[in-house]
């Protein structure tokens, strides 16, 4: 059976899928955990369909956050450029424009021209990478999956390259040295559990995320996806859930997160994207927050 190349990222089914054989979703034990509802997220730090939900996923958090927690995975979607080929992509300049395409549909700053300038020859170190930062902490660790993604998707940087690596691993609060010592020792084991555990789900593309429960029902939400299905996912295994309400004020939700794109801005603020671009816009103007402008789209920082 002919299979889609690794780097096929379709915008209109929002999935970023792998080779594979007939996978299938087999049954596995999901332990359970402290919240009811666990966010079982299979991705990968080059995934632009997984970027593309990140404003989905923070709402979710805002709205539904005493119910659930995030287990992530990396499911490693890019071995190297030696392992594949396809009509569709047939090295890294064949990923530029199609980066620039998803980040036009996903509305998320993405520039493609890292494909042309220094294009990663595989996945497998920021991944790796990850894996070593969730030693040192999940909080911390989730902060150094963001400031990865941020690096490569507006500012072009090879997340591939140690010293990016390093550099993202000291700007979120890591211990550079053993972040190194993990990332060429046990966070390479930790790593091949993962894609072991993808394997096992049948997972064959990102983003995959089983919605689970303490008794191991589930509920699987494959691609990219409408706000409306992840808070359904959630309320279909957990009905007491109580969506939340939250301060939509500027100085809020940078309280909440230090970095936000425009596209996540709007969601969480509840405005059109236009009306969010001038209102940051003048918050920058004004000095309340900060502003790296990529390409295709600002990063908005909290002062």
């Known amino acids: 059976m002919e299979t889609k190349p690794i780097m096929h990222c379709d915008m209109e089914t929002g999935i970023c899928e792998i ?15 402290k ?37 992530y995975r990396m499911g490693g979607l890019l071995r190297s450029w030696d392992t594949y080929g396809g009509r569709d992509v047939n090295g890294p300049t064949s990923v530029a424009q199609h980066w620039e395409e998803a980040g036009a549909y996903y509305e998320m700053p993405i520039d493609g021209d890292l494909w042309l300038e220094d294009p990663l020859p595989s996945s497998y170190p920021p991944s790796i990478a990850f894996k070593a930062a969730q030693l040192q902490g999940e909080a911390k660790a989730v902060k150094f999956l963001r400031r990865i993604k941020e690096m ?35 966070a390479v084991e930790l790593f091949q559990q993962d894609l072991a555990m993808a ?26 996806r409408p706000y409306e299905q992840y808070e359904q996912a959630l309320l ?3 009905p007491e859930a109580r969506k939340q309400e939250y301060d939509k004020a500027y100085s809020s939700l940078f309280a909440n997160y230090s970095t936000l794109t425009t596209k996540e801005f ?17 918050l920058y103007e004004e000095g309340e927050i900060g502003k790296y402008a ?8 909290k002062q």
């Open 152 to 186: 490569i998707f507006l500012e072009k940087k090879n997340i591939a390259r140690w010293e990016n690596l390093a550099l993202v691993a000291e700007q979120t609060g890591l211990d550079v040295a053993q972040l190194k010592a993990d990332f060429e020792g046990k």
């Open 19 to 33: 080779p594979t054989s007939e996978a299938t979703i087999e049954d596995t034990n999901i332990a359970a955990t």
């Open 266 to 282: 709007a969601v969480l603020a509840g405005m059109k994207k236009s009306e969010a671009e001038m209102y940051l816009q003048k």
């Open 35 to 71: 919240k009811p509802i666990k966010l079982l997220y299979f991705t990968d730090p080059i995934c632009s369909s997984c970027w593309g939900i990140d404003p989905q996923l923070k709402k979710l958090a805002l709205e539904y956050g005493p119910y659930f927690e995030v287990e």
């Open 236 to 238: 279909q295994l957990h």
């Open 294 to 301: 990529s390409k295709n789209g600002a990063l908005w920082l």
């Open 199 to 224: 394997r096992q789900l049948g997972v064959r593309g990102f983003p995959t995320i089983f919605v689970t429960d303490e008794n191991d029902n589930r509920v699987l939400v494959y691609g990219s």
